[in-house]
């Protein structure tokens, strides 16, 4: 752990030396919320913005992009491991980690931490426009509430991650699989759209993901919109997908993990 804490304090001073990738961590979800925010403007004149979501208001449509995009950042951060540990397989790098008195957790979490920092930043624009837009519904118990939520998915995200740590250990593609599910999940998680207008097929997949559940209960608490179930039986729903999600990524990244200092890199 000690280890782990000083490889994080490494990667702090060095990020510090870099101002400009700050600069476009800051900027960056800005640009992205730009178009949405014409686009919502623009459906609210013609009155299809009713299609994707009950909110019918421009105000309340951008709290509903707005709080997407910022639960987004936090559960992201953590599927970057994988493209990190896919750059260090394609530099002859990933050998070292194996050999190193920090273990494979204490690299994801000194990396996770860092992303952590990094995306905190990316989230400070975003907050501001809330807050100038007043969409958030503040009150104590929400917004300590909404941070539960949001913790919660971020452990889910562990489990995610480990277990495609382990599945890009043994094949030499398995960060696309990363690349797929997080550019799918977005989608159908509800971060643009309520998750209840999609078909059924598709709604059923959704709910397979803690994170449909997790954007689901923070907007309930920030803006008051209405969850897909009770409060209750929501908070049971993601806790019971989280731990699934956790115990199969931790136990199927030491298997994985273990195969591969036996028998070698796949693909390389």
Do not use: C
Not at 56 to 75: C, D, H, P, Q, R
Not at 124 to 143: A, K, Q
Not at 179 to 184: D, E, I, K, P, V
């Amino acid at each position: 752990m000690v280890n782990s804490l000083f490889l994080t304090k490494a990667n702090i001073l060095n990020a510090k030396k870099y101002k400009i990738d700050w600069y476009g961590q800051f900027l960056t979800p800005l640009l992205t919320i730009l178009p949405v925010a014409f686009m919502l403007y623009f459906g609210t004149k013609s009155g299809m913005i009713g299609f994707f979501s009950k909110e019918k208001s421009f105000i309340e449509m951008m709290g509903f992009i707005i709080l997407g995009a910022a639960y987004w950042n936090y559960v992201e951060v953590l599927w970057n491991v994988i493209f990190h540990l896919r750059y260090l397989m394609k530099v002859g790098q990933l050998e070292e980690i194996f050999i190193m008195p920090i273990s494979s957790f204490g690299y994801i979490f000194s990396w996770s931490v860092m992303g952590f920092l990094k995306v905190t930043v990316e989230s400070i624009p975003i907050l501001i426009l809330s807050i100038i837009f007043s969409i958030t519904d503040f009150t104590i118990y929400n917004f300590l509430m909404s941070i539960l939520v949001l913790i919660i998915s971020i452990i889910a995200s562990f489990g995610f991650v480990f277990l495609f740590f382990g599945l890009t250990l043994k094949l030499k593609d398995g960060d696309e699989l990363v690349s797929l599910l997080g550019n799918a999940s977005p989608l159908i998680g509800g971060m643009f759209f309520s998750v209840t207008i999609l078909p059924f097929g598709l709604r059923i997949i959704s709910y397979i993901f803690p994170f449909t559940w997790g954007l689901d209960l923070v907007r309930h608490f920030l803006i008051g919109t209405e969850t897909i179930l009770d409060i209750k039986n929501q908070f049971i729903v993601l806790i019971a997908l989280t731990l699934f999600y956790l115990f199969l990524g931790i136990v199927s990244f030491v298997v994985l993990e273990k195969k591969s200092r036996k028998n070698g890199l796949q693909g390389f």
